[in-house]
């Protein structure tokens, strides 16, 4: 067999991929079978199987970026993948607990897909409350006695072996008497009745044990540790497994883009939204699963990704083939088998089937539970107390690099001291200002140009340490104009004004002068002229204008029609102030009567620069929003548990705790696609897809996640005193700065179903 540890795997799977290319693709289900079942065997004998897995148990044992990159590439060829997808839940267990003999007899066939294993866990009156299963193994000698019944049991029609887990302690509801067995589905008295889902199909069945004789060998780990084994990974090998699932995802939703420009319906504006919801609902899921990824490289715990992935990727599912099925027309009249239904039936019967992602392997609402209580240490519904929580509510799920971290809780120390509700409140209804002190903070930590290149005054950082800085201060409500500050200066960078840009570095505020409307910023209309060296016109709802030391200004060539760029100094304009809705910004009406201004760029230079700066801008506003959901994460969750109602605390009311959960899913998912979205090259085809659709998150997230807060809070979250509003506003202000999520999605949409077209 070839070492399966030597580095020419790369090019042998390549040469594997591009022979199974070449073959002809299998018509019917069960062809398609039979060819996953031989596929495996010769991945196998060419000593390219199970990239995760110790080399000693029959795997490549690569690294985890290597698995990535394997999986990435099968999928990308379309090869099947193995055919019994549960034997990669119980080979992680026998290869940390189980013995020499165990590995060695059950490992080898199962990666060959020479035996197929189905899962005994769910029982009907334990679902997901699987604690409470009472399937009965007794001791008798070199065996243990099985009897009682397991549900739902996926593919117990074809498996050899199932995995089980069964009470050996007292009856009852408990973990500590419960044991892992393994146990042949060929033995006497196993019976297997399969039971027809709402799809048509068998894949589920019931599976009855009277009195069945397991021997003693067949026991995973020791007696009454079931519990805790069942809930054994291989950390590396499950969540690159998990990345092969998006990865096919991905393929899925192009193939429901396609769908929609076949079936007619790429320029209906309703069906654009639900198509860029299932683009960003992908997105989540890589990014989420980027970030674990990342610290499960530098060590360190991923945290509580997985909890969120789990359910994000059930209703996921849910929403994707919901939309294939409308996005069949008149064709969902049919049944899958119907000679004329789309696709052969496709979508209606991946359809039917994806009611069971939320129900399967524990249904949404104990996936919330999960969240609510294991990741935010909300108290339990059931009155068992609070355990601890995985991660302070508002800060990331995963662990950040070390220099994002220590950012972070820098920032945090040195601007929390110095904001506070009453100061925030005291600034309604007065003159434009900002916070000086908070400011002068900010740039001793080096912003607004953290980023921007050090030969400038920069600090040369990613534009990813960027955010998060911007994050932590709109976390704390800081009332300066950071952002706009931060857009000003990415402007003066495109079309190198330097030394403006040295001034802005420096430490003084700025602001962009460009009218906006529901699709963000406007080039093409209602700017001020240019002419002899002057600006005349007026622009509204500029923000950070009252405060700004300079200004950036888009104008039009009076004589040539050409779009300028232009510094001016605030001396040499009138300024209004306006009244925000965001308490803690500014925001004014800049009239130009002739004014003087240092033209820095005209002409196509202007247009190329807007385009990058834009992206800059719409993740500077981005991160802005997610600091404010996370900072409303964490006062609700604070609030649901201190705060009591009919004697129990409210956060173990499930109205609430899940509440809580959609909130922690919502601002955790904007925060990774916030930030994966910096990572990208500025030039890159698909960052304009990736900003437009990380943006229209951030912003969704803040206000649905802010407006949660308020609910959460009660009657005392909509009192003037409570900062839960001063959130809430900015939220909105956010919303209609940068484009309206639903322009920026429809955006998004257009762009893939140009791109698939």
Not at 56 to 72: F, I, K, P, T
Not at 123 to 135: R, V
Not at 597 to 618: K, S, Y
């Given at each position: 067999m070839p070492d399966t540890q030597s580095s020419d795997w790369r090019e042998r799977l390549t040469a594997k991929l591009d022979?199974?290319?070449?073959?002809?693709?299998?018509?019917?289900?069960?062809?398609?079978?039979?060819?996953?079942?031989?596929?495996?065997?010769?991945?196998?004998?060419?000593?390219?199987?199970?990239?995760?897995?110790?080399?000693?148990?029959?795997?490549?044992?690569?690294?985890?970026?290597?698995?990535?990159?394997?999986?990435?590439?099968?999928?990308?060829?379309?090869?099947?993948?193995?055919?019994?997808?549960?034997?990669?839940?119980?080979?992680?267990?026998?290869?940390?607990?189980?013995?020499?003999?165990?590995?060695?007899?059950?490992?080898?066939?199962?990666?060959?897909?020479?035996?197929?294993?189905?899962?005994?866990?769910?029982?009907?009156?334990?679902?997901?409350?699987?604690?409470?299963?009472?399937?009965?193994?007794?001791?008798?000698?070199?065996?243990?006695?099985?009897?009682?019944?397991?549900?739902?049991?996926?593919?117990?029609?074809?498996?050899?072996?199932?995995?089980?887990?069964?009470?050996?302690?007292?009856?009852?509801?408990?973990?500590?008497?419960?044991?892992?067995?393994?146990?042949?589905?060929?033995?006497?008295?196993?019976?297997?009745?399969?039971?027809?889902?709402?799809?048509?199909?068998?894949?589920?069945?019931?599976?009855?044990?009277?009195?069945?004789?397991?021997?003693?060998?067949?026991?995973?780990?020791?007696?009454?540790?079931?519990?805790?084994?069942?809930?054994?990974?291989?950390?590396?090998?499950?969540?690159?497994?998990?990345?092969?699932?998006?990865?096919?995802y991905r393929g899925t939703v192009d193939k429901v883009f396609s769908l929609a420009i076949e079936q007619g319906y790429a320029q209906d504006s309703l069906v654009r939204q639900e198509l860029a919801a299932i683009e960003t609902g992908v997105r989540t899921i890589a990014t989420n699963s980027a970030r674990a990824l990342d610290a499960v490289l530098r060590k360190e715990d991923p945290g509580a990704v997985a909890s969120i992935n789990r359910l994000v990727k059930s209703e996921f599912e849910q929403r994707l083939h919901r939309l294939a099925l409308r996005l069949s027309g008149t064709g969902a009249v049919l049944g899958n088998r119907s000679d004329g239904a789309v696709e052969k039936g496709r979508w209606s019967y991946g359809y039917l089937m994806s009611r069971a992602t939320t129900i399967g392997a524990g249904t949404s609402e104990i996936q919330r539970n999960t969240i609510a209580e294991s990741v935010l240490g909300l108290p339990s519904h059931r009155g068992e107390g609070r355990r601890a929580r995985a991660v302070v509510p508002g800060r990331p799920l995963a662990a950040p690099e070390e220099d994002e971290a220590a950012l972070r809780q820098v920032l945090r120390a040195a601007i929390g001291a110095r904001v506070d509700t009453p100061s925030l409140l005291a600034r309604a209804g007065q003159p434009a200002a900002m916070n000086t002190e908070v400011w002068q903070e900010l740039v001793q930590f080096g912003l607004p140009g953290l980023a921007a290149p050090e030969a400038l005054g920069g600090g040369g950082a990613s534009a990813r340490l960027l955010l998060a800085a911007i994050e932590e201060a709109a976390y704390l409500l800081s009332p300066v104009p950071l952002v706009p500050t931060v857009i000003a200066l990415e402007v003066l960078l495109a079309v190198h004004a330097d030394n403006t840009a040295r001034r802005v570095i420096g430490g003084i505020p700025a602001a962009f002068v460009i009218p906006i409307d529901d699709g963000g910023w406007v080039t093409?209309?209602?700017?001020?002229?240019?002419?002899?060296?002057?600006?005349?016109?007026?622009?509204?709802?500029?923000?950070?204008?009252?405060?700004?030391?300079?200004?950036?200004?888009?104008?039009?060539d009076a004589d040539t029609g050409e779009r300028i760029l232009t510094t001016v100094e605030p001396a040499d304009v009138e300024r209004s102030g306006q009244e925000s809705i965001d308490i803690t910004a500014t925001v004014g009406?800049?009239?130009?009567?002739?004014?003087?201004?240092?033209?820095?760029?005209?002409?196509?230079?202007?247009?190329?620069?807007?385009?990058?700066?834009?992206?800059?801008?719409?993740?500077?506003?981005?991160?802005?929003?997610?600091?404010?959901?996370n900072r409303a994460l964490a006062m609700a969750v604070d609030w649901a548990g201190q705060r009591e109602q009919f004697g129990r605390l409210i956060g173990s009311f499930q109205a609430v705790s899940h509440r809580c959960a959609d909130m922690l899913v919502d601002a955790e998912g904007a925060r990774n696609q916030v930030l994966s979205s910096a990572d990208l090259p500025i030039d890159d085809s698909d960052t304009a897809i990736a900003s437009d659709l990380a943006a229209a998150s951030a912003s969704l997230a803040a206000v649905a996640v802010t407006e949660a807060c308020i609910q959460v809070h009660g009657g005392i979250g909509f009192t003037w005193e409570h900062p839960a509003h001063l959130l809430l506003r900015r939220a909105t202000a956010n919303q209609a700065w940068m484009g309206r999520p639903e322009v920026l999605r429809d955006r998004a949409a257009g762009a893939v179903l140009d791109r698939l077209s």
């Open positions: 022979d199974y290319r070449q073959r002809p693709r299998p018509s019917t289900s069960r062809e398609r079978f039979a060819a996953a079942v031989a596929w495996q065997s010769e991945l196998v004998d060419a000593g390219l199987a199970a990239p995760g897995w110790p080399a000693a148990v029959g795997g490549m044992e690569l690294e985890l970026e290597d698995q990535l990159d394997y999986y990435r590439e099968v999928t990308a060829a379309g090869a099947p993948k193995h055919p019994c997808t549960l034997s990669f839940i119980v080979a992680p267990t026998l290869i940390v607990h189980g013995t020499a003999e165990q590995k060695a007899r059950y490992l080898p066939p199962l990666l060959r897909a020479d035996e197929f294993w189905c899962q005994g866990f769910s029982e009907p009156g334990a679902g997901s409350d699987l604690a409470s299963l009472s399937t009965r193994a007794v001791r008798d000698g070199d065996v243990y006695r099985v009897t009682g019944q397991k549900i739902w049991t996926t593919m117990a029609d074809k498996a050899d072996w199932i995995f089980a887990l069964v009470r050996t302690g007292p009856p009852g509801r408990g973990t500590a008497g419960i044991t892992y067995l393994l146990i042949s589905m060929k033995s006497a008295g196993v019976e297997v009745r399969p039971l027809r889902e709402a799809a048509g199909g068998h894949h589920f069945a019931e599976v009855f044990f009277d009195d069945v004789e397991v021997p003693v060998s067949n026991r995973v780990g020791e007696e009454g540790e079931g519990w805790s084994i069942m809930r054994t990974s291989l950390g590396h090998e499950r969540a690159t497994a998990f990345l092969a699932d998006e990865f096919r093409d209309a209602g700017m001020p002229t240019w002419k002899d060296g002057s600006l005349t016109g007026s622009v509204s709802r500029v923000a950070g204008a009252p405060v700004a030391e300079v200004l950036v200004v888009l104008a039009v009406t800049v009239t130009f009567t002739g004014s003087p201004g240092d033209n820095i760029a005209r002409g196509p230079e202007v247009d190329t620069a807007l385009r990058r700066a834009r992206l800059r801008a719409q993740a500077a506003v981005a991160a802005d929003s997610v600091g404010i959901a």
